[in-house]
């Protein structure tokens, strides 16, 4: 027997198994998988799992098992980040726990992911304003090692729509840091502030990235060397004083690609 279950999105067909474990889900889990289901760019459980700083089975586990219980505030919030809705759609009822001046906050204890501020009392703040946290990258040698990030405890703050419509990005992906040295100038200057998507490791398209490259950490332009075995990288400087040079792909670690830049004049 087929089943016809209509959304306020969509209309799904579902054989009898299927509608059976659907119908034990509560709206808050439904609303989830709908969303993810169509989301643009595609995503699945996974991703929102990672998206959301947890391990790729943390959704599944949540929707499927019923555990955790209830999202935790921090989940919740960058989970509606990464499907691109407001946090409302995700919420079971739960309340939320304010701030003292009056936002509504993800989390009632310290945490570096993206905070996302759906209302406020100060008219002078946009509804959808993320946080994007400055850190340190203090490692990320190595190819296949994972960047860590140590909290330099600012926040810079984007419009959730210009970051995904303009930047196309994710603010889970994203990080801000700090240009150190002059290799890059003009293009980029000691003590800029620039705005890295963590996601985006492939160095094709050619561009400014992050990067180990085995010595240290650099910010450069790198380019894929076609029909090389093993995959070798061109790093190149901006500044002439500075000489291009190789790297096999299993010689540095891509940290990500720089979007954004910000410049005291």
Known sequence: MIFTIFTDRSVYKLDESDYSAAMKLDPARRAILDLIAHRDPPTDLKKASLACGKNHAYLHQFIHRGTPRRLPETVRWALAAHLGVDETE??????????PSGARQIDAVTTRRPRVYARTLDPMMEPGVVAIPEVRVVAAAGGGAVAEYEPLGDDWYFPVAWLR???RAR???????????????????AGDKVLIDTSRVAPSPPGVFVLHDGLGLV?????YVPNTDPPTLVIKS???????YERTMDEVRIVGRIIWFARRL
């Open 165 to 167: 419509h303009e930047l």
């Open 90 to 99: 995700l919420r079971d009822g739960a309340p939320l726990i304010p701030t």
């Open 219 to 223: 910010a450069k332009q790198i380019e």
């Open 238 to 244: 901006a500044n002439p004083r500075y000489q291009d």
């Open 171 to 189: 603010a889970a992906d994203l990080k801000i840091i700090s240009i150190d040295g002059d290799s890059m100038e003009p293009i980029l200057e």
